[in-house]
């Protein structure tokens, strides 16, 4: 049979060879298919022998390198593209591992480095160098190169686009925590019933939105000025209470960012040390009610002041503005709903509620509770003689003068028509004998007017009880000393009768 004849050996039986191999025809063959394989590549392909020089290339690394392969067959292939490290520092050739795998025989693969062009461009690359080895002795290297920079681009870009979305969620979770911030802020003022409860809401919730910061919250009060309410941070150098007009926040309506660089611009009311800073105007239905004034940490560049505390300050100011406005809306309800409108005490239903709730402490305390309960003597004489108006003018008048003269714990309650009730807290029956006494005799000295014309002299008869002395609940003390009243006003008015104790 015709074909290509079988290697010698074994008389031709090919299967107790232990590796059969085809060989090519001649040298000129493998020369051919060699050239073949590595024209087919898009891989640079380069030879070196053991001083580095270059002994084949293929097209795609002349490509890459920008030459033709007659220029790098025979030349330093290490002084010609591998010269400098990525900082333009100069690459020894005793440590480039190219020349390392073609002296020594260790192979590398790296992804690190930089190849240049002739033209002083470089490109990043991917490769790898193995020995050539001819019966264990090492030829040289053989060296496949990549350029990576579209990989390099397209993971730079992957890397920006990370941090930028980390950022982002950072951003994302930090408005989360603000708004969370602001919200339970504004549930907890939805619960205060005093200034003082708001105030400390205020203070506690601000320092956990400017944590890094210091400043005030400052509110327009009764008489027009500005008052600081609330304050957290390191103490404020400037005024607690100023005129609006010396908030430039206040004065153009919008927020006032200053820096050490605008000195000039400083606000009136804040110290000279205090900057840099910022103010914002509180706002609710289109009327202001005060500033929020921000000092920015001196560590904090004025660039994040403008672009991250300003919106967050703006919209603390905007939020607090609304509670703010929502919380006295609700005072002066809850005012109008409890104080009687001409005296300005308390009103009957408030009172009962009050001793409702100091009798059960009185005696879970085992403390005393004093009450004085009076009414004007010949008060239909008032109105009789000078008019219903003029009565007013005395009940207002009276009004005034018990809530000058109670302590700061006691209850004065308009009970109804001219009768008046005070609840003592805590007041045993010698104080509560001599709080009477007190009251007797400074409303005696009294003088009334009106539209310019004397009312005349004005007393009151008082009855006095004590907790638990003369009853041991509402409605038996205050019937306690409504009976001292009239006894009082049965022995000659303008005095003051004890309760009798209960039998």
């Not at 049979?1 to 040298?27: C, I, K, Q, W, Y």
């Not at 008489?223 to 005024?239: C, H, K, S």
């Not at 000279?272 to 239905?285: I, T």
Request: hydrophobic content about 40%; proline content about 6%.
């Amino acid at each position: 049979m015709g074909g290509r004849p079988e290697p010698a050996g074994n008389g031709g039986d090919s299967a107790s060879t232990p590796s059969n191999m085809v060989f090519l025809e001649s040298h000129a063959d493998v020369a051919d298919t060699m050239r073949l394989i590595l024209e087919s590549t898009g891989e640079g392909i380069c030879g070196v022998d053991t001083r580095g020089h270059c002994t084949f290339v293929n097209r795609a690394a002349a490509r890459l390198l920008g030459v033709e392969p007659p220029d790098l067959v025979g030349r330093n292939l290490h002084r010609l593209t591998h010269h400098s490290r990525p900082d333009g520092s100069p690459f020894p050739e005793e440590e480039c591992p190219v020349f390392r795998t073609a002296a020594e025989g260790v192979s590398s693969r790296l992804e690190s480095e930089l190849f240049w062009r002739p033209d002083g461009t470089s490109f990043p690359v991917q490769y790898s160098s193995y020995p050539i080895l001819d019966g264990g002795v090492n030829k040289g290297a053989v060296l496949a190169f990549s350029d990576i920079s579209e990989r390099r681009r397209m993971e730079d870009e992957l890397r920006a686009a990370n941090v930028k979305l980390t950022a982002h969620v950072a951003d994302l979770e930090r408005r989360n925590h603000e708004a969370n911030l602001l919200n339970e802020m504004a549930d907890m003022l939805q619960s205060c019933f005093t200034a003082e409860e708001a105030q400390a809401v205020i203070a506690a919730s601000i320092e956990k939105l400017f944590p890094t910061e210091s400043g005030a919250l400052c509110m327009l009060n009764e008489r027009n000025l500005v008052e600081a309410i609330a304050a957290w941070g390191r103490p404020r150098g400037g005024e607690e209470i100023f005129a609006p007009e010396d908030c430039w926040a206040l004065r153009r309506g919008q927020a006032h960012v200053v820096s050490e660089l605008r000195q000039e611009l400083r606000c009136a009311h804040v110290a000279a040390g205090d900057a840099p800073y910022l103010c914002v105007p509180m706002m609710a239905r289109g009327a202001a009610m005060g500033v929020l004034h921000v000092m920015v940490s001196r560590n904090t560049p004025v660039s994040r002041c403008v672009e991250e505390m300003e919106p967050l300050a703006k919209t603390v100011a905007e939020h607090l503005g609304l509670a703010m406005a929502n919380f006295n809306l609700r005072q002066t309800l809850r005012i109008q709903s409890i104080r009687d409108p001409l005296t300005g005490l308390f009103n009957r239903r408030y009172m009962e509620e009050t001793i409702n709730r100091e009798i059960p402490r009185a005696t879970r305390y085992q403390r005393p509770l004093g009450i004085i309960l009076f009414d004007i003597d010949h008060f239909k004489h008032f109105n009789d003689s000078f008019g219903h108006p003029a009565g007013d003018t005395v009940l207002s008048t009276l009004g005034e003068f018990v809530r000058g003269h109670v302590r700061s714990e006691d209850i004065p309650c308009r009970y109804g028509g001219e009768e008046i009730v005070l609840i003592l807290p805590d007041a045993p029956l010698e104080v509560t004998l001599a709080r009477a006494e007190v009251i007797r005799t400074g409303v005696s000295e009294l003088h009334l007017d009106y539209r310019g014309k004397p009312l005349g002299d004005l007393a009151i008869s008082l009855g006095v009880a004590v907790f638990p002395r003369h009853g041991a609940t509402g409605d038996t003390l205050l019937r306690a000393a409504d009976e001292a009243l009239y006894r009082a006003k049965a022995g000659g008015r303008n005095r003051v009768e004890l309760a009798t104790v209960p039998e």
